[in-house]
C-alpha cells in the first residue's frame, strides 16, 4: 500500500531572501542533523543570466533502524538523489527527491516547495508532498514502513526548527534583510529594509542548495551551490519595513487575528460567507491548523489536507468546515478512506434533508418548548459548551406520541447544529480548538415509562443518526443520579453508540456526583444547575406529562411509519370476567429480566405474576360465562389449571396489581429462579359497598350490561439476559426515584428485585 504525506502551508514570516540565507547555513554539515553523513554534488548548472540554478546532489543518511535489518539489507547508509531547482526572479525553490538504495523494492520520493506568500511578499511559504511504497524488503515490509513513517514524521517538525534555528542565528548577528535577485545591468527593486551597514564581502553568495523534509531529505543537510552573489544587509541601521497591505477582515475574524502578525490566507477564506469559502485555492496554514483545530501530528495533518483537497476536487455540494472533516478522520482513527467514505454518505444526508439550514428553517412545536427537558446552559471547565438534559423528567412517551418520531429527530438535529455553532463561537472566545460539548443527563426520576418500547425505538434510531452525522462532537457525557431502572435502559441502548462515545460516559449513582472526582471537576461551582444544589439557575423545562388531548391518532403517526400498535410489536388481548389472559415465559438462567409495557384501552384488570416449576398444560378455552357472556375468543389464553392450588402448584412472585382504563403501565422483574413464568391480566371486580352486604344499585345495573364484564389490553414484553448488566442493578439500588407523577404505583417484592409504574 502506498503512504503519501501532504504538508500544510508552513509560513515564515521573513522575505524568501532571508530564508534562503538561513538555509544555506544548514550546509555543508549541520549539528542539528546527526543522521547525515556524506553528500556529493553530481552535477550543477545555471541559466545564463544567473537567475536559475539546477544541482543535483547524491546523499548518504545513516538511518535510525535497528542493526539486525541493516546487517539483512546489507547496508550501513541510505543513498538519495535529489534535485533542487532556484529560481531568483520567480523567488522560488523547488526541490525533488528519491531514494537510490533499494529502489527496486522500495519507492520514496518527495516534492517540496518555497516560495512568496501569496498575499504579503514579505512572507515565505513552504510546502510539501511525499509517498513511500514498499514493494518488497525480505519480509520486513511492515517493520520498513513503521519505521520510515516514524523517522519521517520527526523530521518534519525538525526541519521547520532548523530554519527557525538559523533564522534566529541571522538575526542575532544583525542580518535582517538580504536583498532581492535583479537581472545584470538593472536596479535593485526597491527594499523594505535598508542597511547603512558595510556590504559583505562580494564572494558572499546564496547557494541554490535545498533539502526538504522528507524520509529522509529534511534531515539532509547537502545543497548544491549557485555562484549567483546576492547582498545581505545587517540590522545595524535597517529601519522598520513597513506593513504590506493585506486586504481588511471582517469583524468576527479581525478578533482572532491577534496571533499572528498579518491574516493568512486561510484566515481570510474563514472570514468570507460559506458560499465565498472553501475553493480549491485555498490552503491550510500550520499556524491556522494549531489554533483552529489543535495539535496534529504530520501524518495527521496530511490526512486532513488530502481529504480536503480531495473533497474541493470532486465533491459537487458544499464543503464542510475543516473542524467537521477533522472529526470524522478522528472517528476513524485517521483511515483516510473509511473517513472519506463516512463524510460523504452524510454529506448526501445532509444536501437531502437540508440539514445545513436547520438552524433557520426549524421551528420547534409548542410541545418541545413546554415538555422537553433540555437546554444549553454555559459550558464547562474546559470551556465546551454544556447541555442539560433532564432525562427522568421528560414524558419521552408522551411526546412520541403526540410528535412523533420525525419531529423529535429533526429537534435533536437542531440541537447538535447549535452545538457545533456554539463550538466555534467558544473557539474565538476562549482562544483555543473547542470542537465537541459537555452533556449532562440527570436521570432523577427515569422509571419504566422510558422503557416504552416506542420510545425506546424512537431513541435507538435518532443515536443511529446523530452518530453517523455528528462523530467526535460529544467531548463528555455526565449521567448523574442513575437509578435502578438505568441499567435495563443502558443494555438497550449501549450497542447502538460507538465504543469511543462510551468511554467519554461518567456515571454517579445516587448523590455520587457531589463528592470527589463529581461534578466540580468538570463544572465550574456557579454554574452547577439548582436542581443538583446549586446556585445558577437553569432554564430547562420542568416536564413533566403531556396531555392527552395533545396526542396524535394511531392514523397520523403510521403515516409517518411509526406503527405503534401493530402486532408485530404489541399484541392485544381480551378479557372477560371469569376468564383472564395469561401469559407463559420460560426463563432458563436465573436474574434474567422480565419487562413489560402494556395499556389498559378498556375496563379495569388487576395485573399479577406468577412463577412454577412445571409447564402448565396447553391452553384452553372457557364455556360461555354468566349472563350469556361468549366464550373468550383466540386472543384469550388460559394457562393456570383450575386445580392448581396457590402457594403449592405456582407462587405469586409479585403484588397483585390495579390498573385503570386509560392507564400505561411499563415494568420490570428480575428473576430469582428459572421456569415458567406467568403474566395475568384479570378481570377487576368492583368492590361490594362496605357498609352494607346488599349489592350497590350501580354494581346491579352493571352487571347487567354483557360489556362491562369485557377488557381489553394492549402488551408487548421482552426478556432480557442477565450477562448483559449482573451486578449493575444492585450496584445502583441505593438510587430512587423522584418523579411522583410518573411514579404513582411503585410495587416491590421481598423475593426480587422489580418495579412496575402506571401512568396516568
Known amino acids: 500500500m502506498v503512504q503519501k504525506y501532504q504538508s500544510p502551508v508552513r509560513v515564515y514570516k521573513y522575505p524568501f531572501e532571508l530564508v534562503m540565507a538561513a538555509y544555506e547555513r544548514r550546509f555543508p554539515t549541520c549539528h542539528l542533523i546527526p543522521m547525515f553523513v556524506a553528500s556529493d554534488v553530481v552535477s550543477e548548472e ?71 506568500h501569496p498575499e504579503n511578499g514579505e512572507w515565505t511559504c513552504f510546502e510539501q508532498t511525499a509517498s513511500l511504497d514498499i514493494k518488497s524488503f525480505f519480509g520486513f515490509e511492515s517493520t520498513v514502513e513503521k519505521i520510515a513513517m516514524k523517522q519521517y514524521a520527526s523530521s518534519i517538525k525538525k526541519g521547520k526548527e532548523i530554519i527557525d534555528f538559523y ?36 564572494d558572499f553568495s546564496l547557494t541554490s542548495s535545498s533539502t526538504p523534509a522528507t524520509f529522509t531529505s529534511s534531515l539532509d543537510p547537502t545543497a548544491p551551490t549557485s555562484t549567483t552573489t ?53 490552503k491550510l496554514d500550520a499556524d491556522y491548523i494549531k489554533r483552529y483545530l489543535g495539535d496534529l501530528t504530520p501524518l495527521q495533518e496530511s490526512c486532513l489536507i488530502r481529504l480536503r483537497k480531495w473533497l474541493q476536487e470532486t465533491h459537487k455540494g458544499k464543503i464542510p468546515k475543516d473542524q467537521h472533516i477533522l472529526r470524522f478522520l478522528r472517528a476513524r482513527d485517521f483511515n483516510m478512506d473509511k473517513a472519506r467514505e463516512v463524510l460523504c454518505q452524510s454529506l448526501t444526508w445532509r444536501k437531502q434533508h ?23 446552559h454555559h459550558h464547562d471547565r474546559d470551556g465546551r459548551p454544556l447541555y442539560v438534559l433532564r432525562l427522568g423528567q421528560m414524558d419521552t412517551k408522551g411526546l412520541v406520541r403526540a410528535l412523533g418520531e420525525e419531529s423529535l429527530l429533526r429537534h435533536v438535529l437542531s440541537i447538535n447544529e447549535e452545538g457545533l455553532r456554539r463550538c466555534e463561537e467558544n473557539t474565538k472566545v476562549f482562544g483555543r480548538p473547542i470542537s465537541c460539548w459537555t452533556c449532562l443527563v440527570d436521570l432523577e426520576g427515569l422509571n419504566m415509562r422510558h422503557l416504552w418500547r416506542p ?109 405503534l400498535w401493530t402486532e408485530t410489536i404489541y399484541q392485544s388481548a381480551s378479557i372477560f370476567k371469569g376468564a383472564p389472559h395469561e401469559l407463559l415465559i420460560q426463563i432458563i438462567d436465573a436474574s434474567s429480566v422480565i419487562t413489560w409495557d402494556f395499556d389498559v384501552c378498556k375496563g379495569d384488570v388487576v395485573f ?6 412445571r409447564a402448565p398444560q396447553p391452553a384452553r378455552k372457557e364455556p360461555p360465562g354468566p349472563h350469556g357472556v361468549p366464550p373468550p375468543p383466540g386472543n384469550n389464553v388460559q394457562l393456570i389449571d383450575k386445580s392448581w392450588t396457590l402457594g ?51 354494581d346491579v345495573l352493571a352487571s347487567l350490561q354483557v360489556s362491562s364484564h369485557k ?20 450496584s445502583l439500588e441505593s438510587s430512587h426515584s423522584g418523579f411522583s407523577q410518573l411514579s404513582a404505583a411503585t410495587t416491590s417484592s421481598s423475593q426480587s428485585q422489580s418495579s412496575s409504574m402506571i401512568s396516568r
Open 608 to 613: 399479577n405474576i406468577f412463577h412454577s416449576k
Open 648 to 698: 403449592q402448584d405456582y407462587s405469586r412472585v409479585e403484588s397483585a396489581l390495579t390498573c385503570k382504563e386509560g392507564e400505561s403501565v411499563q415494568g420490570s422483574h428480575v428473576t430469582r429462579w428459572p421456569g415458567f413464568y406467568i403474566l395475568q391480566w384479570r378481570f377487576h371486580s368492583m368492590p361490594a359497598c362496605a357498609a352494607t352486604s346488599l349489592p350497590r344499585v350501580d
Open 167 to 202: 533564522l534566529n542565528e541571522l538575526e542575532d548577528e544583525g542580518i535582517t534583510h538580504v536583498d532581492r535577485w535583479t537581472p545584470s545591468g538593472l536596479p535593485p527593486p526597491p527594499s523594505t529594509a535598508r542597511s547603512n551597514s558595510p556590504p559583505l564581502p562580494p
Open 711 to 730: 377488557c381489553k389490553v394492549m402488551y408487548y414484553t421482552e426478556v432480557l439476559g442477565s450477562e448483559d448488566f449482573r451486578g449493575s442493578m444492585t
Open 354 to 376: 437540508q440539514v445545513d439550514y436547520l438552524l433557520e428553517t426549524w421551528t420547534s412545536p409548542q410541545v418541545l418548548h413546554d415538555y422537553y427537558t433540555g437546554d444549553w
Open 230 to 282: 546576492t547582498s545581505v544587509h545587517t540590522s545595524a541601521d535597517a529601519p522598520t519595513s513597513p506593513t504590506v497591505p493585506t486586504p481588511p477582515l471582517p469583524a468576527d475574524a479581525r478578533q482572532d487575528s491577534s496571533s499572528t502578525d498579518g491574516p493568512s490566507k486561510e484566515l481570510v477564506a474563514l472570514a468570507l460567507p460559506d458560499d465565498q469559502a472553501g475553493t480549491p485555492d485555498d
Open 455 to 563: 420510545g425506546v425505538k424512537a431513541l435507538l434510531r435518532i443515536i443511529e443518526v446523530v452518530e453517523a452525522n455528528y462523530p467526535e462532537t460529544l467531548g463528555r457525557l455526565l449521567i448523574l443520579r442513575a437509578p435502578r431502572v438505568f441499567p435495563v435502559l443502558w443494555t438497550l441502548v449501549s450497542p447502538f453508540i460507538d465504543e469511543n462515545t462510551r468511554k467519554k460516559f461518567l456515571i454517579y449513582a445516587g448523590n455520587d456526583y457531589q463528592g470527589p472526582g463529581g461534578l466540580l471537576d468538570y463544572i465550574d461551582k456557579d454554574i452547577i444547575p439548582d436542581f443538583l444544589g446549586g446556585e445558577c439557575m437553569c432554564e430547562v423545562p420542568e416536564g413533566g406529562l403531556v396531555p392527552k388531548s395533545m396526542y396524535r391518532t394511531t392514523e397520523d403517526m403510521e403515516n409517518e411509519g411509526v406503527r
Open 46 to 116: 545555471t541559466s545564463e543570466d544567473g537567475a536559475v540554478t539546477k544541482v543535483e546532489r547524491r546523499c548518504a543518511l545513516d538511518v535510525d533502524a535497528p542493526r539486525l535489518l541493516k546487517r539483512i539489507a546489507g547496508v550501513d547508509y541510505v543513498y538519495f538523489i535529489q534535485r533542487n531547482t532556484l529560481d531568483r526572479q520567480e523567488r522560488t525553490l523547488h526541490i525533488e527527491s528519491h531514494n537510490e538504495t533499494f529502489s527496486n523494492r522500495v519507492i520514496i520520493s518527495e516534492t517540496c516547495c518555497y516560495s512568496v
